[in-house]
């Protein structure tokens, strides 16, 4: 029998305020996001333009937290699955026991952000070109395969 599937929302990787989880997963034509598009193993996500990006809430749509930088991601690593990125948040911040307390609860996934001029999407949805320049946690991530367990 094999394992269960793991699950894609974000995780407490110890106790000093480390996260980690997947920013985006692979899909194809026939997985789609809610955006309709999907990333592939040949995306550009542009990881070695910087060596850390800001972990954000909403991607700074929330009207309390706004753009208060939660952390830093500094590192991320494509594997079989997606891209996995890795975050060390600033315990110091206020907001960060709040976020800590829905993460051991499974309520927080991540979603990528990037810019307008820096995204290529091709005509079947297929993102080509993505430079992340931001992780967001989020209860509401528009993929999502990202909030629950699958293979």
């Not at 394992?3 to 995780?11: D, H, L, Y």
């Not at 407490?12 to 980690?20: E, F, M, N």
């Not at 985006?24 to 193993?41: C, H, N």
């Amino acid at each position: 029998m094999s394992a269960p599937p793991a699950p894609r929302t974000v995780k407490a990787l110890d106790a000093t305020g480390r996260i980690g989880g997947y920013l985006a997963v692979w899909g194809s034509a026939d997985q789609r996001d809610l955006q309709d598009e999907y990333f592939t193993p040949a995306t550009d996500f542009g990881l070695d333009w910087y060596e850390t990006r800001p972990v954000l809430y909403q991607h700074a749509l929330d009207d309390a937290i706004k753009t208060a930088a939660l952390g830093v991601i500094d590192t991320l690593r494509k594997d079989d699955v997606g891209l996995w990125v890795e975050a060390q948040l600033d315990k110091r911040n206020r907001y960060v026991q709040a976020v800590l307390d829905l993460i051991a609860r499974g309520a927080l996934s991540w979603s990528s952000g990037s810019m307008p001029h820096l995204v290529k999407t091709a005509p079947d949805g297929c993102i080509e070109r993505w430079v992340i320049v931001e992780g967001s946690l989020t209860p509401t991530p528009a993929e999502p395969r990202l909030t629950t367990c699958i293979p």
